[in-house]
């Protein structure tokens, strides 16, 4: 009753002409089946079930250049989806004005992405598009206890929509995210500024050094000038007075291959045979046989030394 009094008063002209556009409004998109009808899925205008969604539609116009900042999943009527049918939609962030993605008619999102990430809509045409409660459509898919085929059609356009934004969203964001103030970053300016300073620096004394002496194999002299030759204290240092002999290389010198004879052997003496000091006494055992013998023969007597080296070098 006070409702009605409001829209009888004086100033209820307003609210009356406000009621009855919306009224009218929704009879249209009911009619017309937005926005499932204008969707490429099997929704049909005639369908009960499309109707009762369309009904609870809520319909937004966005002039060019206009803004609008989707809605957050926890809020009071719960998580909306969007569907976009005329037009085109920017994604961006209004903040650092950067761009994500270009939204075409027929892209199906949910608010709530955009809302977290901070992202807002801003309409690069005249655009249209309808926002769904996603709890009135799951309500409308199940009043006949089977979802129609339409309703998997739609979550499909809404997936693919909705991993593309994700993808782009957090690409978006990690640039910006890089591109944000760090502690350093004056260091790193002043030392980029001192670097770009010195390598200019660095050219023109190149290019004033080439302008003096010219360019070109021999201009510039390879060694220092030294003092004329009547000077006498330095003249034997030019190298038009000294002459360096020939470089001595080790493959010249000597030929290639081994050492033949002793001189293959470093060693200067062969060791003495250190051996019980009964066998230095020079006395021969009856009983040894082999190589002892042979040994013990030849301590014993001094004609008998140069013969064991003589062995051994002919074993070798």
């Not at 993605?101 to 992202?119: M, Q, R, S, Y």
């Not at 591109?179 to 004033?208: F, G, K, L, M």
Request: net charge positive; with cysteine; proline share 8%.
């Amino acid at each position: 009753e006070a409702f009605r009094r409001a829209l009888n008063g004086a100033e209820g002209q307003e609210l009356r002409s406000g009621f009855e556009q919306l009224v009218k409004s929704r009879k249209e998109q009911v009619d017309r089946g937005l926005p499932l009808a204008a969707l490429k899925i099997s929704a049909k205008a005639t369908d009960n079930i499309v109707r009762a969604v369309c009904l609870q539609a809520e319909r937004v116009r966005l002039p060019p250049r206009e803004r609008f900042r989707p809605a957050s999943d926890e809020e009071p009527c719960g998580p909306k989806i969007a569907v976009l049918i005329a037009g085109r939609i920017v994604v961006e962030f209004a903040e650092e004005g950067r761009e994500v993605l270009t939204l075409d008619p027929g892209a199906v999102f949910g608010e709530g992405l955009l809302a977290d990430a901070g992202a807002t809509l801003r309409a690069s045409l005249d655009s249209e598009f309808y926002r769904l409660r996603s709890s009135e459509l799951l309500a409308a898919s199940r009043s006949e206890g089977k979802p129609p085929s339409w309703f998997y059609e739609f979550r499909l356009l809404e997936k693919e929509t909705m991993d593309k934004l994700r993808s782009r969203l957090e690409t978006v964001r990690r640039l910006l995210d890089n591109r944000a103030v760090h502690p350093a970053d004056p260091c790193i300016r002043d030392w980029t500024a001192r670097r770009q300073q010195s390598i200019q620096r660095a050219n023109e004394t190149r290019a004033a050094r080439n302008e003096t002496i010219g360019v070109g194999k021999g201009a510039v002299p390879e060694l220092p000038l030294l003092p004329p030759d009547k000077f006498g204290t330095t003249a034997f240092r030019s190298w038009d007075k000294v002459k360096l002999a020939p470089p001595i290389y080790a493959s010249l010198s000597k030929k290639p291959g081994l050492p033949k004879g002793l001189k293959a052997y470093p060693c200067m003496s062969l060791p003495r045979i250190q051996s019980e000091p009964s066998l230095q006494s020079g006395r021969e055992g009856t009983s040894s046989v082999g190589s002892r013998s042979r040994h013990r023969g030849a301590r014993s007597g001094p004609s008998s030394a140069p013969r064991i080296v003589e062995e051994s070098w002919d074993l070798r």
